[in-house]
């Protein structure tokens, strides 16, 4: 269902995306929560949809931003579902593989991810993955996950994007985005600026990683008492 005309700030309603979110971790969940405030029609896809929304609105950083979260929730212009059908028709994906102690790498979400998203991927579709480290290679296996399933390749069917936020950088830090190639780059970044995120372009996707961890280190010396 598309959200009313009227809750929709100007970018999103001329661009009238659908965002798919999966990995509902920390990082999936606060890239939900923009993206539902910034207008964006969102499906969250993993967990218990009580529990998600639940920790969304926990995840919540104003009285305004709760509201919106709940109005949207309410009129189904944001839904958390465990349903991998629910995530057909979307426009960007955002993958966002979390770690526990049984998967500490993430390989497993970011399979349960691929699988997921990978029937609904259509020419043109925009993948971002997004994290603190290791995108690129995250980005690999999803892409190889994909192409396996469906025989669309990264960078010639559709773009690969990726989203470096260092870990402890906080909501106002620097988000890195890069991607396979330049114009991957420039969509990662784009949508990003879109949610209220500062968002600066660094190809290819190593020299982004190594730009965030830089930022994370800089960051730990602010804050080092």
């Known amino acids: 269902m598309s959200a009313s005309p009227e809750h929709l700030p100007p970018a999103a309603e001329a661009l009238d995306l659908r965002l798919c979110v999966t990995g509902l971790g920390h990082v999936g969940l606060a890239f939900a929560r923009d993206a539902v405030a910034a207008g964006f029609r969102t499906i969250g896809f993993g967990g218990e949809p009580g529990n998600v929304v639940r920790l969304v609105s926990q995840l919540a950083d104003s009285d305004a931003t709760a509201a919106a979260l ?18 057909s028709g979307f426009d960007v994906a955002v993958v966002a593989p979390g770690t526990s102690p049984e998967d500490p790498t993430g390989a497993v979400a970011l399979e349960a991810a691929a699988v997921a998203i990978a029937p609904h991927v259509r020419p043109g579709t925009l993948v971002i993955v997004h994290g603190a480290a290791r995108v690129g290679e995250q980005g690999e296996l999803l892409a190889a996950t ?17 989203a470096v936020a260092p870990s402890g950088a906080g909501p106002a830090g620097l988000t890195i985005a890069s991607g396979l190639d330049d114009v991957s780059a420039r969509r990662a970044a784009e949508l990003l600026r879109s949610l209220g995120r ?28």
């Open 146 to 162: 994909v192409e396996l399933l469906t025989g669309l390749r990264a960078g010639r069917d559709y773009d690969l994007g990726f």
């Open 70 to 87: 709940s109005t949207a929730l309410a009129r189904g212009h944001c839904r958390i579902t465990d349903d991998p059908g629910a995530c």
């Open 198 to 225: 500062d968002a600066a372009v660094v190809v290819p996707v190593e020299a982004a990683e190594l730009v965030a961890l830089l930022q994370h280190a800089l960051h730990i010396g602010k804050v080092r008492p």
